[in-house]
């Protein structure tokens, strides 16, 4: 079974980043560290766009890591062993999307778990917990 943090209606989005808020709350970090972004596509009149791990059954970031030190998640995605990894940047440079973020202060990458934490206080249901078979 296949379950992440989906994007239900980007529409929606009005850029409030309280979904950032909640995942940099729920690491006990601070904004600068969370694992979702919001970002705008040009102006309120525009919109928004939500970069977050997507979930990837076969993650690009994984494949080139030299130290393994991401894992595939049974539910899609990634986890990031912190111990074995290098700083190396060549998971963030593999993502498609840009999901990857980076830590400046450890030099080591930034994934979303999937923990759908950031969905509770999206005030406009913007983001939704998927869950589908493989």
Known sequence: MLRRVTVSDSEKCVGCQC???????????????????VRSVG????????????????????????????????????????????GCGHCKIACPIGCVFWDEESNKPMICNQCGYCIEFCPYGVLKMEEKDA
Do not use: H, N
């Open 19 to 37: 979904c950032m808020f909640a995942c940099a709350r729920r690491e006990g970090t601070g904004l600068s560290k969370a694992r979702i972004g």
């Open 43 to 86: 102006g309120m009149e525009r919109g928004f766009v939500i970069v977050k791990c997507r979930a990837c059954i076969d993650p690009p970031c994984l494949k080139v890591c030299p130290t393994s030190a991401l894992r595939l998640r049974e539910e899609g995605g990634v986890i990031l062993e912190e111990e074995r990894c290098i």
